[in-house]
Protein backbone atom coordinates (compact mmCIF):
# COMPACT_ATOMS: atom_id res chain seq x y z
CA UNK A 1 0.00 0.00 0.00
CA UNK A 2 0.76 3.35 -0.12
CA UNK A 3 2.86 5.20 2.42
CA UNK A 4 3.34 8.48 3.74
CA UNK A 5 6.17 9.20 6.04
CA UNK A 6 6.12 11.57 8.76
CA UNK A 7 9.26 12.85 10.51
CA UNK A 8 9.88 13.71 13.43
CA UNK A 9 8.00 11.09 15.58
CA UNK A 10 8.86 13.24 18.78
CA UNK A 11 10.37 16.24 19.33
CA UNK A 12 10.70 18.12 22.17
CA UNK A 13 11.07 22.08 22.18
CA UNK A 14 11.22 24.90 24.05
CA UNK A 15 8.83 28.10 24.51
CA UNK A 16 9.81 30.38 21.95
CA UNK A 17 11.44 28.15 19.21
CA UNK A 18 9.99 27.10 16.12
CA UNK A 19 9.64 23.26 14.92
CA UNK A 20 9.43 21.89 11.76
CA UNK A 21 7.38 18.54 10.80
CA UNK A 22 7.96 16.96 7.88
CA UNK A 23 5.44 14.78 5.74
CA UNK A 24 6.57 12.75 2.40
CA UNK A 25 4.62 10.74 -0.08
CA UNK A 26 7.08 8.29 -0.73
CA UNK A 27 5.46 5.72 -3.70
CA UNK A 28 2.79 8.23 -5.01
CA UNK A 29 2.14 11.97 -6.02
CA UNK A 30 0.04 13.73 -3.43
CA UNK A 31 -1.55 16.64 -4.82
CA UNK A 32 -3.39 17.52 -1.50
CA UNK A 33 -2.11 17.04 1.94
CA UNK A 34 -4.13 17.51 5.23
CA UNK A 35 -2.59 18.60 8.50
CA UNK A 36 -4.97 17.52 11.80
CA UNK A 37 -4.02 18.16 15.29
CA UNK A 38 -5.23 15.39 17.80
CA UNK A 39 -6.16 15.81 21.68
CA UNK A 40 -5.61 12.96 23.97
CA UNK A 41 -8.43 10.64 23.73
CA UNK A 42 -9.84 12.91 20.88
CA UNK A 43 -10.59 12.85 17.30
CA UNK A 44 -8.57 14.29 15.03
CA UNK A 45 -8.82 17.97 14.15
CA UNK A 46 -8.08 19.45 10.93
CA UNK A 47 -6.32 21.94 10.89
CA UNK A 48 -5.67 23.29 7.14
CA UNK A 49 -5.32 21.59 3.43
CA UNK A 50 -2.50 22.07 1.24
CA UNK A 51 -2.30 21.68 -2.25
CA UNK A 52 0.77 21.36 -3.93
CA UNK A 53 2.06 24.65 -5.78
CA UNK A 54 -0.71 26.62 -3.65
CA UNK A 55 -1.08 28.73 -0.48
CA UNK A 56 -3.47 26.48 1.86
CA UNK A 57 -6.30 26.29 2.75
CA UNK A 58 -7.20 26.90 7.04
CA UNK A 59 -10.14 26.04 8.96
CA UNK A 60 -11.53 28.37 11.41
CA UNK A 61 -9.75 29.21 14.61
CA UNK A 62 -6.49 27.78 12.92
CA UNK A 63 -3.47 30.87 13.03
CA UNK A 64 -2.20 30.84 9.90
CA UNK A 65 0.72 32.68 10.71
CA UNK A 66 1.69 30.33 13.84
CA UNK A 67 1.18 27.40 11.91
CA UNK A 68 2.97 27.80 8.58
CA UNK A 69 2.27 25.04 6.29
CA UNK A 70 4.92 24.52 2.38
CA UNK A 71 3.55 21.85 0.29
CA UNK A 72 6.17 22.86 -2.48
CA UNK A 73 6.43 19.34 -4.48
CA UNK A 74 4.05 16.68 -4.90
CA UNK A 75 5.67 14.56 -2.22
CA UNK A 76 6.71 16.86 0.83
CA UNK A 77 4.90 18.87 2.60
CA UNK A 78 5.91 20.97 5.73
CA UNK A 79 3.95 22.32 9.06
CA UNK A 80 6.09 24.59 10.86
CA UNK A 81 5.36 25.41 14.69
CA UNK A 82 6.07 28.75 14.92
CA UNK A 83 7.25 30.84 18.58
CA UNK A 84 5.86 26.97 20.11
CA UNK A 85 4.03 27.60 23.74
CA UNK A 86 3.36 24.80 25.73
CA UNK A 87 -0.29 24.65 24.48
CA UNK A 88 1.06 23.70 21.28
CA UNK A 89 2.37 20.41 22.87
CA UNK A 90 -0.37 17.76 21.39
CA UNK A 91 0.34 15.28 18.49
CA UNK A 92 0.25 16.58 14.59
CA UNK A 93 -0.65 13.88 12.12
CA UNK A 94 -0.23 14.59 8.31
CA UNK A 95 -2.29 13.02 5.64
CA UNK A 96 -1.60 12.55 1.78
CA UNK A 97 -4.08 12.26 -0.90
CA UNK A 98 -3.63 12.00 -4.54
CA UNK A 99 -4.07 9.07 -7.44
CA UNK A 100 -2.74 5.98 -6.99
CA UNK A 101 -3.99 3.54 -9.60
CA UNK A 102 -7.23 3.28 -9.04
CA UNK A 103 -7.33 4.62 -5.59
CA UNK A 104 -7.76 7.90 -6.42
CA UNK A 105 -9.90 9.18 -3.11
CA UNK A 106 -7.56 6.93 -0.64
CA UNK A 107 -6.01 9.11 2.16
CA UNK A 108 -3.06 7.88 3.54
CA UNK A 109 -1.93 8.80 7.19
CA UNK A 110 1.77 9.50 8.65
CA UNK A 111 2.97 8.27 11.62
CA UNK A 112 1.89 11.23 13.59
CA UNK A 113 4.42 13.74 15.66
CA UNK A 114 3.92 14.07 18.99
CA UNK A 115 5.24 17.74 20.45
CA UNK A 116 6.17 18.67 23.45
CA UNK A 117 6.93 22.25 24.18
CA UNK A 118 8.81 22.85 27.19
CA UNK B 1 -24.15 19.98 9.50
CA UNK B 2 -22.14 16.77 8.39
CA UNK B 3 -21.54 14.38 11.85
CA UNK B 4 -20.41 10.99 12.20
CA UNK B 5 -21.32 9.49 15.50
CA UNK B 6 -19.92 6.36 16.98
CA UNK B 7 -20.84 3.79 19.61
CA UNK B 8 -19.74 2.93 21.93
CA UNK B 9 -16.89 5.19 22.86
CA UNK B 10 -15.37 2.38 24.74
CA UNK B 11 -15.21 -1.71 24.68
CA UNK B 12 -13.41 -4.01 26.66
CA UNK B 13 -13.80 -7.69 25.33
CA UNK B 14 -12.11 -10.88 26.15
CA UNK B 15 -9.44 -11.98 23.23
CA UNK B 16 -11.03 -14.56 21.04
CA UNK B 17 -14.30 -12.94 21.57
CA UNK B 18 -16.63 -10.85 18.66
CA UNK B 19 -17.28 -7.51 18.60
CA UNK B 20 -19.17 -5.16 16.62
CA UNK B 21 -18.83 -1.20 16.35
CA UNK B 22 -21.53 1.37 14.91
CA UNK B 23 -20.93 4.63 13.02
CA UNK B 24 -24.29 6.65 11.83
CA UNK B 25 -23.34 9.54 10.00
CA UNK B 26 -25.50 12.47 8.39
CA UNK B 27 -23.19 13.99 5.65
CA UNK B 28 -24.22 15.13 2.94
CA UNK B 29 -23.25 14.68 -0.26
CA UNK B 30 -21.63 11.23 1.17
CA UNK B 31 -18.53 9.88 -1.24
CA UNK B 32 -17.17 6.89 0.67
CA UNK B 33 -17.52 5.42 3.91
CA UNK B 34 -14.16 4.33 5.77
CA UNK B 35 -12.92 2.67 9.00
CA UNK B 36 -9.49 3.06 10.30
CA UNK B 37 -7.19 1.59 13.22
CA UNK B 38 -5.04 3.72 15.23
CA UNK B 39 -3.17 2.42 17.82
CA UNK B 40 -1.74 5.04 20.80
CA UNK B 41 0.75 7.17 19.54
CA UNK B 42 0.33 6.43 15.87
CA UNK B 43 -1.51 7.97 12.52
CA UNK B 44 -4.21 5.82 11.72
CA UNK B 45 -3.92 2.99 9.03
CA UNK B 46 -6.96 2.22 6.74
CA UNK B 47 -9.02 -0.95 7.37
CA UNK B 48 -12.03 -0.90 4.71
CA UNK B 49 -13.02 1.70 2.36
CA UNK B 50 -16.79 1.09 0.94
CA UNK B 51 -19.20 3.65 -1.70
CA UNK B 52 -22.52 3.99 -1.74
CA UNK B 53 -22.70 0.98 -3.82
CA UNK B 54 -20.98 -1.29 -1.36
CA UNK B 55 -22.99 -2.66 1.63
CA UNK B 56 -20.33 -5.13 2.61
CA UNK B 57 -16.42 -5.26 2.52
CA UNK B 58 -13.90 -7.59 4.59
CA UNK B 59 -10.65 -7.29 4.90
CA UNK B 60 -9.16 -10.53 7.01
CA UNK B 61 -11.23 -10.70 10.58
CA UNK B 62 -12.27 -7.04 9.95
CA UNK B 63 -15.98 -7.31 8.19
CA UNK B 64 -17.69 -3.58 7.95
CA UNK B 65 -20.94 -3.42 6.52
CA UNK B 66 -23.21 -0.06 5.38
CA UNK B 67 -26.53 0.83 4.96
CA UNK B 68 -26.82 3.79 3.13
CA UNK B 69 -29.97 4.06 3.97
CA UNK B 70 -30.52 4.02 7.19
CA UNK B 71 -26.71 6.14 6.84
CA UNK B 72 -25.21 3.13 9.20
CA UNK B 73 -22.11 1.48 9.06
CA UNK B 74 -20.75 -1.00 11.46
CA UNK B 75 -17.28 -2.77 12.04
CA UNK B 76 -17.22 -6.48 12.92
CA UNK B 77 -14.37 -7.71 14.24
CA UNK B 78 -13.82 -11.21 14.97
CA UNK B 79 -12.25 -13.61 16.93
CA UNK B 80 -10.54 -10.50 18.50
CA UNK B 81 -6.41 -10.43 19.59
CA UNK B 82 -4.59 -8.84 22.20
CA UNK B 83 -2.83 -6.70 19.00
CA UNK B 84 -6.91 -5.31 17.97
CA UNK B 85 -7.01 -2.80 20.76
CA UNK B 86 -6.36 0.40 19.54
CA UNK B 87 -8.93 3.20 18.46
CA UNK B 88 -11.00 2.78 15.71
CA UNK B 89 -12.31 5.58 13.77
CA UNK B 90 -15.27 6.23 10.98
CA UNK B 91 -14.52 8.19 8.57
CA UNK B 92 -16.96 9.91 5.74
CA UNK B 93 -15.79 11.43 2.57
CA UNK B 94 -18.49 14.45 1.97
CA UNK B 95 -17.42 15.24 -1.76
CA UNK B 96 -13.61 16.05 -2.91
CA UNK B 97 -10.98 16.51 -0.30
CA UNK B 98 -13.78 16.56 2.67
CA UNK B 99 -13.37 13.88 5.61
CA UNK B 100 -15.90 14.02 8.19
CA UNK B 101 -14.27 12.29 11.31
CA UNK B 102 -15.99 10.03 14.19
CA UNK B 103 -14.77 10.26 17.95
CA UNK B 104 -13.59 6.57 17.53
CA UNK B 105 -14.53 3.59 19.47
CA UNK B 106 -11.85 3.05 22.04
CA UNK B 107 -11.28 -1.28 21.82
CA UNK B 108 -9.30 -3.32 24.52
CA UNK B 109 -8.98 -6.66 24.00
CA UNK B 110 -8.10 -8.05 27.50
CA UNK B 111 -6.19 -11.23 28.01
Known amino acids: GAVVSQHPSRVICKSGTSVKIECRSL??????MFWYRQFPKKSLMLMATSNEGSKATYEQGVEKDKFLINHASLTLSTLTVTSAHPEDSSFYIC??????????????FGQGTRLTVV | KNQVEQSPQSLIILEGKNCTLQCNYTVSPFSNLRWYKQDTGRGPVSLTI?????NTKSNGRYTATLDADTKQSSLHITASQLSDSASYIC??????????FGTGTRLLVSP
Open chain 2, 91 to 100: VVSAGFQKLV
Open chain 1, 27 to 32: DFQATT
Open chain 2, 50 to 54: MTFSE
Open chain 1, 95 to 108: SAMGQIYHMNTEAF
